[in-house]
């Protein structure tokens, strides 16, 4: 068994360090007659004294046991994990981009403005919406954005509306979103062909919903092919059609969101458009609208105004002069970095380009889709909905629980004994032992071949000996995880007196004072 | 609790609760069918001391690692005793789910509700 | 390929998208460009921002312009940091998950308050998220917040409010700068679920946080504090002082200003909150031969399990701009963080008797002071063409400092730059003097 991990702060010695101060040749007044005595801290925060080998060689090794992108295939549903293209570091970094002050004077900062407002633009191209703000941070920050401007344009027209919709299929966001925006969810059902059951969209869309929250292609791959009729329909209650962006890898060059009848829709520059995904973000989660949403977006705008000073060039700004706008989402302007990566992949692909990541996107899904419906897997993992998929499509994982006595779970832990990473499990909801699977459009045609041996591999496997699975994984830097352990009795931070480290048992001991030094 | 067991001498909720009643009084708990489904619990939230509770009605939740399930009132009444060791030791839902897994112990409003509820033969006709 | 999945063409991939939906003509963007085209027009886009290395810049407002050591670089670049997803597959994320449960640690302990998560998106929205939970957990509907938090926070606030059903209520700075204690008492009501202050408040000023953080107690209300987590290697946590909750900005460890973002948030609190937190969170545990090792844990809170009934709809969050502060902290250490925070200190002190100008917050500072500036203007254009850029404006966020002018001093900020400041303040001094 190998050793144990340490955290740095047990590999912290007392008088060790990275940091050199910078020399100060200000005047050395003392700390107590600065501040007042009941401000100044007693004791230092408890961080590591580590020199930088250490520092480095400790995250270093962290790194080392973190599956990624970079090493293999990564078919999350829903999630995109498309190559994040190496450029785009290189970009990001640059000083003008990186070094730049968020209260900079417009006049100069007027690379970054231009680019958020080229950005802007090409979201709108894409989503066949007129207006876009970049402000939110991630998907559930556009999501909530999205009701906001909602509940806002109601307001103004003197309705009040208490509920959104959101299909049984719905990404977990969409109704803790509504909840936040301050509505009451309501589950619309799916029918037989994977969409939206239309008569219980009918039943349930009165005067008295303010939103249907969807994505289309949906949580199961499919397009809606009602969708116009369902846009008919919500607008008639005067209800809002809100667009979650998590699938649009399949559908750009095809049909836009804005041509569906979409009122409002979110980006998530972390799937579609290759901001890496960071083990957890940074993202962000841009938006677009339509005119008559258009008044209550966040601020500022960046909008772009034309020279001034008599001259010629436009000049880019930022538009605090919105009287009906809901407000500010966070601070500043949004996740600017992020909006240089984007920008630059757009820029690499073009119009073309992008129409082309769609197509493959789906020929790639379907090619899957199609090796894992072979004999040998297929009856093992038999697909949850019958139809021609989009980007991504979900098995069910019920044939090999009741043949083989080896659940989803088993299956993906499996996988990673393979080096490549399980789909996604468990979701959607409506799907029994369910597998999402989205290959992506960066992913090789022998990428894909490999995985539907390995799914065939395992499967085969679990027909002679079920444990192999149901006890994996069996080679990577830990085995299966005391989750109910670390639930029951949380351990959320490491406390100083702490020798058996991981020991729930231990932990419960914790003294009650909040920074854990005795 | 390896093996499916229901007592005889309890009374049942289609929601897989159970209840005790002792003349004015009942004692609350989930069924092994229910805990089994949810797998190992790791945390009971309870209702407050005093609470009403109405029959049909949720009126605490019990937790697994990746789920949350609402616990249903069988009959209505008032909280007077909530089970603390399951604080603790939430596992007592799994390992002893009609004793020492017992949740909430209630004053009853409506006693005559308890006709409504199933026995033990009818309950486990519901899960076959 | 085509031919196993058994259609003639790509076209009838998409059958079911109705013809009238189909886009009938290409994307509307320019031709995708090479490599190095793109990488010229970003360069050139770029060249055309005026950057912290490219003046001496003395504008905080809530971001500042400090050194990100080259080790942060180095670890946040490396591909099995950067690429990977949520660690939804523990045993195959320990790393990721091991940085987050440092980073939780390392929180707790500049904030004093057991419990942290593994970040939120930024400073503002963590006020809102602050907002939700005692919304949550009060179930209350008023929000008392002083003036003296970042005009963002305030206005994040306000916004999220509008969906929680909550009403927002602003009380006011006193003549020094400072939160005027008494307005701020007043304000609370048995309907008020939090009350929030800023440590060090927007101006710089050290608030009296002990007195501000107990005014709601006798109310029930939630203690929140919005705090700048470098001072906090010298300032009084606010844990012990107090505070339930703890949020604030985390640019300022080892994080680049990227005009506003990525960076992130972080959020702490007291043990009781824990399963109200938003958020992910890493636990220790073992695995089943044993060894140590962490996972996603009290996922029940968040959105994908109980989805309407989460404590917060957040999923993807800041994971790498977190890694980036923990390395920063542990480079820093446990000394470093003293050293510069007192660094700070006596450099705003200098600074702020250096400028000789009015003071509109006079008592204790650290990291940024408020000062009248006659003839603002004029004084911008000087420095700026002396390729310094003075501060921030005060007066589209506070109205009644009409002339003020927001100073931050950061460890870039050499004397030498200070004096210069100074020498450039004196004819606005002569002009006070007048």
Known sequence: MSRDTVTIFERSREGRRAFTAPRDDVPQVPVKELLPASAIRERPAELPEVSEPELVRH????????????????????????????????????????????????????????????????????????????????????????????????????????????????????????????????????????????????????????????????????????????????????????????????VMGITRPGDMGFDIVHFNLHKTFTQPHGGGGPGAGPIACSDRIEPFLPVPQVVERSGANGSRDPFFDLDFDRPKSIGKLRGFQGNFGVFVRTYAYIRSLGGDGLADVSAVAVLNANYLKARLAEDGIGEHLPIAFDRTCMHEFVLSGRGAKEKLGVRTLDIAKRMLDHRVHPPTVYFPLLVDEALMIEPTETETKERLDHFADVVREILEEAAEDPEVARTAPHTTPVRRLDEAGAAKRPAVRWRPYDENPGDPERAREAPASGSGAM | MAEASYPEDLLYHPEHDWARVNGEEAVFGVTWYAQDALGEVVFFDPPELGAAVKKDEAYAEVESVKAVSDVFAPLSGEIIEVNDALADGPEKINEDPYGEGWMVRVRLTDPEEADTLLDVEAYKGLLT | MLAAIGVGSLDELFADIPESLRLDRPIDLPDGLSEQ???????????????????????????????????????????????????????????GLQVMFEFQTAISELTGLPVSNASVYEGPSAC???????????????????????????????????????????????????????????????????????????????????????????????????????????????????????????????????????????????????????????????????????????????????????????????????????????????????????????????????????????????????????????????????????????????????????????????????????????????????
């Open chain 1, 59 to 250: 995250y270093t090794t962290l790194s080392s046991k973190n599956f990624h992108l970079d090493e293999g295939f990564y078919p999350l549903g829903s999630c995109t994990m498309k190559h994040n293209p190496k450029l785009h570091e290189r970009v990001a970094a640059l000083p003008g981009h990186a070094k730049l002050h968020p209260l900079q004077e417009p006049e100069y900062a007027q690379g970054a403005l231009c680019l958020m407002f080229r950005l802007q633009q090409a979201l709108s191209e894409i989503a066949g919406l007129p207006h876009v703000s970049l402000q939110p941070s991630a998907g559930s920050h556009g999501e909530l954005t999205g009701l906001l401007l909602t509940r806002a344009y109601h307001e103004e027209r003197g309705e009040r509306r208490t509920k959104v919709l959101t299909p049984d299929t719905a990404h977990g966001t969409n109704p803790a979103t509504v909840t936040m925006a301050g509505y009451e969810a309501v589950k619309v059902g799916t029918a037989d062909d994977g969409g939206v059951d239309l008569e219980d969209l009918r039943a349930k869309a009165s005067e008295d919903v303010a939103c249907l929250m969807l994505t289309n292609p949906n949580t199961l791959g499919l397009f809606d092919r009602n969708i116009e009729e369902i846009a008919h329909i919500v607008h008639d209650a005067g209800a809002t059609l809100y667009y979650d962006g998590a699938n649009l890898n399949a």
């Open chain 3, 37 to 95: 085209e793109v990488f010229d027009e970003l360069s050139r886009l770029a060249a055309r921002n005026r950057h912290a290395e490219d003046e001496i810049t003395f504008v905080g407002g809530g971001m500042y312009d400090h050194y990100v050591p080259a080790v942060v670089d180095t670890l946040v670049s490396r591909s099995e940091f950067l690429t990977p997803y949520t660690p939804y597959q523990p045993e195959v994320s320990q790393g």
């Open chain 3, 128 to 434: 809102a998220a602050a907002a939700y939970m005692a919304k949550l957990e009060t179930r209350r509907s008023r929000i008392v917040t002083s003036r003296g938090l970042h005009p963002h926070s305030r206005a994040a606030i306000r916004t999220h409010a509008a969906g929680y059903g909550m009403d927002v209520v602003e009380t006011p700075l006193n003549g020094g700068g400072a939160t005027d204690l008494d307005a701020l008492a007043a304000a609370i009501d048995d309907d008020t679920a939090a009350v929030f202050v800023q440590q060090p408040n927007f101006l710089g000023t050290v608030e009296e946080l002990g007195d501000l953080l107990a005014t709601g107690k006798d109310r029930g209300a939630l203690a929140v504090c919005a705090a700048d987590p470098l001072p906090l290697g010298i300032l009084k946590p606010p844990g012990e002082l107090g505070a339930d909750i703890c949020v604030g900005e985390g640019q300022t460890l080892g994080n680049r200003l990227d005009f506003g973002g990525p960076s992130f948030g972080f959020f702490a609190a007291a043990e009781r909150f824990i399963r109200r937190m938003p958020g992910r969170i890493a636990g220790e545990t073992r695995d089943l031969d044993g060894r140590r090792g962490f996972v996603l844990t009290l996922q029940t809170r968040e959105q994908h399990i109980r989805r309407e009934k989460a404590t917060h709809n957040i999923c993807t969050a800041q994971a790498l701009n977190a890694l980036a502060g923990v390395v920063y902290l542990s480079w820093l250490g446990k000394r470093g963080l003293v050293e510069m925070a007192e660094l700070m200190l006596r450099r705003t002190h200098y600074a702020r008797e250096a400028l000789g100008l009015p003071l509109i917050n006079p008592g204790p500072v650290v990291r940024e002071f408020a000062v009248r500036v006659p003839d603002l203007d004029d004084f911008m254009r000087r420095a700026r063409a002396e390729g310094i850029n003075p501060g921030y404006r005060l007066a589209r966020d506070y109205p009644e400092y009409e002339d003020g002018l927001l100073v931050a001093i950061t460890e870039r900020r050499t004397k030498d730059h200070i004096d210069r400041l100074a020498a450039l303040s004196a004819r606005a001094r002569e002009q006070v003097a007048a």
